[in-house]
Nanobody, 121 residues
């Protein structure tokens, strides 16, 4: 079992910055991808940013150039640096990880509990 614990959300003014962190713990073998999704009220959950163990990244078009995802493979932590925040970035942000329990094990997806990010003046 894998647990994901997020931190770093809060209230920020437009144009401000926040950094989210997500730490993975439990019976870890190989975390394949880690990333962030978000869900605004009345909307579907959407991908924000994703990174794999090689450092490759993928971003939603709406956050490119403003958000940066990074990962500490030794500590199993993924970060999301969010700059130039806009009111439309307001959402609950969820950490996500795909984990394999062994070399031949089945990959499973895990989610954190979510952290609220509110961008408002």
């Amino acid at each position: 079992q894998v647990q994901l614990v997020e931190s770093g959300g809060g209230l920020v003014q437009p144009g401000g910055s926040l950094r989210l962190s997500c730490a993975a713990s439990g019976r870890l073998f190989r975390i394949i991808t880690m990333g962030w999704y978000r869900q605004a009220p009345g909307k579907e959950r959407e991908l924000v940013a994703l990174t794999d163990s090689s450092g490759s990244t993928n971003y939603a078009d709406s956050v490119k150039g403003r958000f940066t995802i990074s990962r500490d493979n030794d500590k199993n932590i993924v970060y999301l640096q969010m700059n130039s925040l806009k009111p439309e970035d307001t959402a609950v942000y969820y950490c996500h990880a795909d984990h394999s329990p062994s070399l031949s094990g089945t990959t499973r997806s895990y989610w954190g509990q979510g952290t609220q990010v509110t961008v408002s003046s």
